[in-house]
């Protein structure tokens, strides 16, 4: 089974300043993982993923992750956020079991950005 | 722009009615999974369909149920409605099941309300 803890609930940042977003995950397999980000009323828009070849991964809008297997880490950071970073980000884990992909969404890291 | 679309995107029903929920695609995905997320929460699998019939399914009752049309395009119907079914209903769309990186696209959702 996997599993997917989004360490903090909600992240406050000022414009400006950087963004880090933390995302731990647990896998008896090899995972791809994911981070998709949902604005208001808005279905969910993927940003970055890692599938197992280069470990730090670039996204859109300036974010990037870091896959650390010894640290079942995949934090997103961003060096400088723009108010419209606002939003709901999800770490998303994936494996392929029993000839299913299997996808598990961690419960969301709402991120507020201060003028 | 994913190239998924959702209908309705808003609608109200009350306890023990039906409902069915569309997904259609522009880009000939032909694996479809349905999301549940409630308010504040990150999205819950419900079920996924390949090849029209169902491969996959989360801790849902068998009173949510699915369909998938030769064109790829999907169908959740949800019988019986309770007040905890409120929630967005998000459908997601991927290319094959493996090997791929298992990047799914989404709709916008349809939020259900029942009164």
């Known amino acids: 089974a996997q599993s997917v803890t989004q360490l903090d609930s909600h992240v406050s940042v000022s414009e400006g300043t950087p963004v880090l977003l933390r995302c731990n995950y647990s896998?008896?397999?090899?995972?791809?993982l994911f981070w998709y980000v949902q604005h208001p009323n808005k279905g969910l828009q993927l940003l970055l993923k890692?599938?197992?070849?280069?470990?730090l991964v670039k996204g859109i809008n300036g974010f990037e992750a870091e896959f650390k297997k010894s640290e079942t880490s995949f934090h997103l950071t961003k060096p400088s956020a723009h108010m419209s970073d606002a939003a709901e980000y999800f770490c998303?884990?994936?494996?392929?079991?029993?000839?299913?992909?299997?996808?598990?969404f961690g419960s969301g890291t709402r991120l507020q950005v201060q003028p | 722009e994913t190239g998924v679309t959702q209908s309705p995107t808003h609608l109200i029903k009350t306890r023990g009615q039906q409902v069915t929920l569309r997904c259609s695609s522009q880009?000939?995905?032909?694996?479809v999974s349905w999301y549940q997320q409630a308010l504040g929460q990150g999205p819950q699998f419900i079920f996924q369909?390949?090849?029209?019939?169902?491969?996959g399914r989360g801790n849902f009752p068998p009173r949510f149920s699915g369909l998938q049309f030769p064109n790829y395009s999907s169908e959740l119907n949800v019988n019986a409605l309770e007040l905890d079914d409120s929630a967005l209903y998000l459908c997601a769309m991927m290319t094959s099941l493996i090997p791929n990186t298992g990047e799914l696209f989404f709709g916008e959702g349809s939020r259900l309300t029942v009164l």
């Open positions: 890692y599938t197992s070849a280069a470990t």
């Open positions: 998303v884990v994936s494996v392929v079991r029993t000839g299913r992909r299997a996808l598990t």
């Open positions: 880009s000939g995905h032909n694996t």
């Open positions: 369909y390949y090849r029209e019939e169902e491969n």
């Open positions: 896998s008896s397999y090899s995972p791809s």
